[in-house]
Nanobody
Framework: VQLQASGGGLVQAGGSLTVSCAVSRRLSTGSMMGWFRQAPGKEREFVAS????????FYTDSVKGRFTISRDNDENTVYLQMNNLKPEDTAIYYC?????????????????WGQGTQVTVSS
């Protein structure tokens, strides 16, 4: 399985950006997909995830109300819409996928990873 992330870029604080992740094949009905991010000098952290079976979503506290994760199962694509962006959102954003449900917040429970896309928010 290959994941291809795209849509990153430079945006001013308060602006919006949508990143997407295309998956090379349809995942199982029990799959989960997620977004993680890593800022310079920091560890990779969980941002959001979505389960395939009932589209349940999870978010880290710092992005709740600003970010929305969604998936298009027909297109094998997951999206992360980011609104009201802040400078502290600046990071490389990675999409991840797993054929099976697990700890949605843990990078270790995702088997497949995309290459990352840079999101930079200027103040």
């Amino acid at each position: 399985v290959q994941l291809q992330a795209s849509g990153g870029g430079l945006v001013q604080a308060g602006g919006s950006l949508t990143v997407s992740c295309a998956v090379s094949r349809r995942l199982s009905t029990g799959s989960m997909m997620g977004w993680f991010r890593q800022a310079p000098g920091k560890e990779r952290e969980f941002v959001a995830s979505i389960l395939s079976s009932h589209s349940r979503t999870f978010y880290t506290d710092s992005v709740k109300g600003r970010f929305t994760i969604s998936r298009d199962n027909d297109e094998n694509t997951v999206y992360l819409q980011m609104n009201n962006l802040k400078p502290e959102d600046t990071a490389i954003y990675y999409c991840a996928a797993s054929d099976y449900p697990g700890r949605y917040f843990s990078p270790r429970d995702y088997r497949y990873w995309g290459q990352g896309t840079q999101v930079t928010v200027s103040s």
